[in-house]
């Protein structure tokens, strides 16, 4: 667009197109984020791949197929589809017992998330037929995970855990890329050069220019005169507006 044929409103109108083409260009780029897949750890009752489902939205790991160190703070949480007897007693009393039992404790020392499939607690199949005193002391076993943080859910609650977390990271991700676009924007009108007059000519502008600045800040109605229009033109000088 030539600046030079164009009075101040139609220069505002330009600038304010120009200015919502480059908004509907970020919004574009940042509904189609990439996002990286968080990874998930998970602990079979058996070899069942319980996770399976959620794999397109996860990196899932099992714990039985990690041969090396098991690096904790690669994982978003941890997904147990069940717990034995044994080690809901031992975890609960801090008691390292197997690589599963260490790997848990691992998780709340950390402070990381953990939840625990209703369906897998295997005590809580003796409700109907155990003494009530034993069954009673193993659900405060029970109590204690909760204490620590420990959720237990039901299989069909891990949905709603998928979308939350898928959700979160595809925030996260797009508040970080406004927030540098922020940052930029509010750097580069910063160094910017304020021209407090409201009337913008071609010799003021060409000493700014000439003293080393090579955008400018503009109050709202200024006003630039069709020299000045030319040369912004000619040597590409950013023009911001209050």
Known sequence: ??????????????????????????????????????????????????????EDHFQ??????????????????????????????????????????????????????????NEGVEYRQYKNTSNISFYNMLKSYEDKLKGFGIDFINKLDLKSISKNMCQDRLVNSIDNQIEERDIQKTSKRNLAYKIESKILTEGNLRKIHQEGHTSILLQKKAIITPLAKDYIKSNGIDVLIE
């Open 1 to 54: 667009m030539d600046l030079s044929s164009i009075n101040s409103k139609e220069l505002i109108e330009y600038i304010a197109k120009e200015v919502i083409k480059q908004i509907k260009s970020i919004e574009n780029k940042e509904a189609t984020v990439e996002v990286e897949k968080d990874k998930i750890l998970a602990i079979p009752i058996s070899n069942n791949k319980f996770l399976e489902n959620y």
């Open 60 to 117: 899932i790991d099992y714990i039985n197929d990690i041969k090396e160190d098991i690096d904790i703070n690669s994982y978003k949480c941890l997904v147990l589809e069940g717990i034995c007897i044994q080690r809901l007693v031992s975890i609960s009393m801090g008691l390292t017992g197997d690589k599963i039992s260490s790997t848990v404790i691992d998780f709340i020392l950390q402070d990381k998330k953990i939840y625990i499939l």
